[in-house]
Structures are given as structure tokens and as C-alpha cells.
């Protein structure tokens, strides 16, 4: 389980204290310009069992035309010295903004030391119930429940992607993902699933 664009207050930690009292991992993406300002969440979420990511600085698409390489380097290793200091193991897990990924980017952070040293991935994700349309249509947790569990469902294992914040701020004020997640993981739970951390972490590629 995997969370993106956070830490927002108080659903992260909601949604983290809940996973952990079900001794559920999970890893949670952050964008640097949140998790400079709830410095406490990222503490907590590594006492709760769980793993920081690095979702950039300022959650920009990497791969958007205007985007230098300079400035792609610095938008992931800005927020390191905070994940680090709550805690964080390195190599630290990345993940993209939208996923958008691409062969220059690979090249580029590849070449550099910093960024070779201290983070692997891109992390992507297999399964993506789209909490964030949901809560941009004003649908109810329920409805968003059913919509992961038949994604899961089809696809039976692999990494789920959520959201505890979403960036976008015209989604942000309905996100309900953490009401859903009550909803979700007592399901499949009785369907036998099972939940682990991420794989080991490889290299950036």
C-alpha cells in the first residue's frame, strides 16, 4: 500500500495509526514543501512501522518541456535532509509525480552521485482506484471502496496506489481516503489478502 502527496494533518497520521493497529506497511510519498511543515507526522509514520518516500519538492512533472536537468535534480534532493532526519532509511524510495518518467530523466539522475547514493526507483504502482476522481466527483467512501476492491480483484497482487493528500487543490478538500480505507481493507482482508512492505529497494533506472 502506497500513498501519495502528503503529509497532510491530521488524515495522514490518521490513516497511518490505523494501518499499524492492523499491522499493515505501508509507504507514503511525500512532497518536501508538506513534509517541512509537519516535520512531526514523518516522525510518527517511522515510529508506526511505516516508510518515507521522496514525491519531490513541489509534486511538478518532471518530464514537462520547461524542465531542466539541474532543476529536476534539485526537486528530489531538496526534501532529503528532511526525510532523513525523521528518519528515513536510505536508499529512499521515489516515485514521480504522475508517473511521468522518461529515459532523459533516468540518464540524468543516473549521472549524478548524490541522487545515485541516496534514492532508488521510480516506484510505480499496479493498481490505481483513482481515490483522487472520487473525491473530485463527490463520490462516497463506499462507492471508492468498491471501486479499489474490483481493481484489486482483477489484478490480485501488486503495488495499490492511494492518496492521504491530493496536490491537485481543487480535489484536496473532499479527500476522504482514509474513511474509505475502513471500508476497503476489512473486505479484503476477509478475502484472505495480505499486505507487505515494498520490495527491496533496486537502483534508479
Not at 191 to 202: D, E, I, N, Q
Request: glycine residues 8%; hydrophobic residues 35%; contains cysteine.
Amino acid at each position: 500500500m502506497t500513498f501519495d502527496d502528503g503529509p497532510a494533518h491530521p488524515a495522514t497520521l490518521e490513516i497511518a495509526r490505523y494501518l499499524a493497529d492492523r499491522q499493515i506497511p505501508a509507504t507514503f510519498f511525500v512532497v518536501g514543501d508538506e513534509a517541512a511543515k509537519h516535520r512531526e507526522t514523518l516522525c510518527a509514520l517511522i515510529d508506526l512501522g511505516h516508510t518515507l518516500g521522496n514525491h519531490t519538492r513541489s509534486h511538478t512533472r518532471l518530464t514537462a518541456s520547461t524542465t531542466t536537468d539541474n532543476w529536476a535534480i534539485e526537486e528530489v534532493l531538496a526534501p532529503e535532509r528532511t526525510l532523513l532526519e525523521a528518519g528515513a532509511q536510505t536508499p529512499i524510495p521515489f516515485r514521480a509525480p504522475y508517473g511521468a518518467w522518461n529515459r532523459r530523466l533516468a540518464y540524468v539522475f543516473n549521472n549524478d552521485r548524490r541522487l545515485r547514493e541516496s534514492h532508488s526507483g521510480p516506484v510505480g504502482w499496479d493498481i490505481d482506484g483513482e481515490d483522487h476522481r472520487c473525491w473530485r466527483e463527490g463520490r462516497s467512501p463506499e462507492d471508492c471502496a468498491r471501486h479499489y476492491l474490483a481493481a484489486i480483484e482483477s489484478r490480485r497482487s501488486g503495488i495499490v496506489l492511494f492518496h492521504d493528500r491530493t496536490a491537485d487543490a481543487e480535489k484536496r478538500a473532499g479527500n476522504r481516503t482514509g474513511e474509505m480505507l475502513r471500508l476497503l481493507i476489512p473486505q479484503l482482508q476477509a478475502r484472505g489478502y495480505g499486505f507487505t512492505g515494498l520490495p527491496r529497494p533496486v537502483s534508479l533506472q
